[in-house]
């Protein structure tokens, strides 16, 4: 119940207004139109609240919308996300604006007390400058984030940035003060006019707005100077000196490879090819963290760049996508918490789940790397290479979604690049599917692979490996400087075959597969028979990783060929294999690399004339993605995932 004396003291406040000049401006008309009316105070606070939430959301929404794709790359993908993005954000901030603005209107008019033509200014233009300050620092760090500290680098476009940002937050901090300046009167009643009309004068003063800006701006570049990384300029391309070695590197990734069974049959003499790959000259790579759960997207992803996981940016396979966004962000932790929001955030509808991609990964692969030094270089089907990049120079990539378009036509939707390699590369596709398959059953010959079901597990498994290998040499032709391809199929006939936790196995039946798991190693030997067999000027580079059955198992990279030591092991970690193969070619390496060159893996005369040379940074990735103009094989590579037992 409003108390008696407030419906005549709430009246006049719209005459108080008038002369001081608040409801002359259009926006100070839009946050004080509460006060026209007859409300108590508390109503007034809450509604003119309402409104600088408003005018924070469409402010606001936008410049976090820029500062969110920095932080999350996979997000945005289009203008249409940008626009949710910054709607969502804008809805958020907008909300917290006004909650922190209807707070400090009550709180400054409760401190006002009975001396208000004295009182009523600084206590009201506290709350406006918490704001202001708060709204200014906000802008500046998400700034800061958006281009990856270049800060002053670029002065024009900074200082314009800056000023944008000093010129939202005024307004903030203004129409906050205008808020609580009224909430004041409508509590307390008339206010002297000598007084109130010296705080009009004084707010209004060109001179002090001025000044205000001048200070805010300054505070700003501050900020932005003391929080700012002393890394040098990040652009797209750094100039790189390519010292050549001469040497041609062939990478072969194998994933699911237990070292035990390696030995065990390189022992035996049964894997000649993989023993001399492997167990001659090797590093043995320790796990980079203490996560027991492997995740391949993740750990490929750290060996193609040599950066961490909180660097690089792929945390998981599995990621989501946010209703009306065509980006992704991480889907986190596998914990039971997690699972909770995830499986209630798709029921809602609010996400749905979706595969991680190069969208998410914030710096450069080996290949990028090598490819911006002017070598030629081929990849194939390594994890988080979709949307292959428009500007790879000399650089090919048949993603890991670019059998899927192969096997389902249509428009090319960036699975490979450049473009200009779909068409020749659909045209033989059944060809090169059909070679493959002859290679992989001649390759299986007089190996026993069990009963029906695992027998079914590896021909699946072979197939795919034997197509990628074909893929490499149709995409080969020009013989390329670094050329990379990942064998997934031992990780999925293993975890197929024994990673099950619905079922107990016979143990007979556990040891039919353990030994078609052996048989597959022996597959995998004569599969790669020309590959592990070197030319006069190439260096071959296996790196095994453990996969998702063997979780505490090392890696293994393994090095045969020119230049490579005779007979060596050394203790290695899985970020030190990029260093190595970019040494290796005769690229200077970054100082940001979490690893370094395994350089006891080459003989005594090539570590002698090629020293390791080091520059400050390779750059962040092109944000130049391919022309994407297929439909995207989305649902169709959740679909080949689950199949696989990647998702569930």
Known sequence: MIEPGLDRRVDELRQQLLPLGYLDAGVNRFVLGPAIDTRPPSAIALLASLRVGCLAALLLGPAAAIGLNSRLPGLVTGPRDAI????????????????????????????????????????????????????LIYLTLWWRSANAGFGWAAPIWTAFALAVAVAISLLLGRVVTVAAFAVILARRGNVEAPGAARFASSSSSWKMTLSAALVAFAGAAAVLIVTAPRDPGHGARVPLAVVSSGLRVRLVAIDGVDPGVLEELANTGRIPRLAAALIGTRARLGLQDTDTIRDPARDWTTIATARTPRDHGVRGLET????????????????????????????????????????????????????????????????????????????????????????RGGALDAEIAPASLYEPLRARWPAIRNNAGVQARAAAVSLAWGDADTRSALERSAELDAIQLALMREVSTSMPDLSAVYLPGLDIAQNTLLGRRDAALAPSVVAGRLQALRDYYIF?????????????????????????????????????????????????????????????????????????????????????????????????????????????????????????????
């Open 320 to 407: 989501r996508r946010v209703a009306g966004i065509q980006g992704t962000v991480v889907a986190g932790e596998q914990s039971p918490l997690g699972r909770a929001i995830r499986t209630a955030t798709d029921l809602l509808r609010l996400t749905r789940p979706a595969v991680a991609s190069g969208n998410e990964r914030r710096v450069k692969t080996m290949w990028d790397v090598a490819s911006d030094a002017g070598l030629r270089t081929a990849v194939v089907n390594w994890w988080a290479t979709w949307p292959a990049p428009l500007d790879m120079g000399s650089g090919i990539v048949v993603s890991d979604r670019a059998t899927l378009r192969l096997e």
């Open 84 to 135: 949710v993005v910054a709607v969502y954000l804008g809805l958020l901030l907008g909300s917290a604006v006004s909650l922190v603005a209807f707070l400090a209107s009550l709180l400054v008019a409760s401190l006002a007390g009975e001396g208000i033509a004295r009182r009523a200014r600084p206590w009201s233009r506290v709350a406006g400058t918490v704001v202001a300050v708060a709204c």
């Open 524 to 648: 995998l030997d004569r599969l790669l028979a020309d590959v592990l067999s070197p030319d006069a000027d190439e260096l071959v580079v296996v790196v095994t990783e453990p996969g998702r059955v063997t979780a505490a198992a090392d890696g293994l990279m393994g090095v045969i060929g020119r230049s490579a030591a005779t007979k060596r092991e050394v203790a290695g970690r899985v970020t030190d294999v990029a260093p190595t193969v970019l040494h290796s070619l005769g690229v200077p390496l970054s100082r940001e690399l979490a690893g370094a060159p395994l350089t006891m893996l080459f003989d005594d005369g090539f570590a002698r004339r090629y020293p390791v040379r080091l520059v400050e940074t390779y750059g962040q990735p092109s944000a130049n993605k391919s022309a994407r103009s297929g439909q995207p094989l989305d649902q169709e590579m959740i679909d080949r995932l689950r199949s696989l037992g990647y998702v569930k």
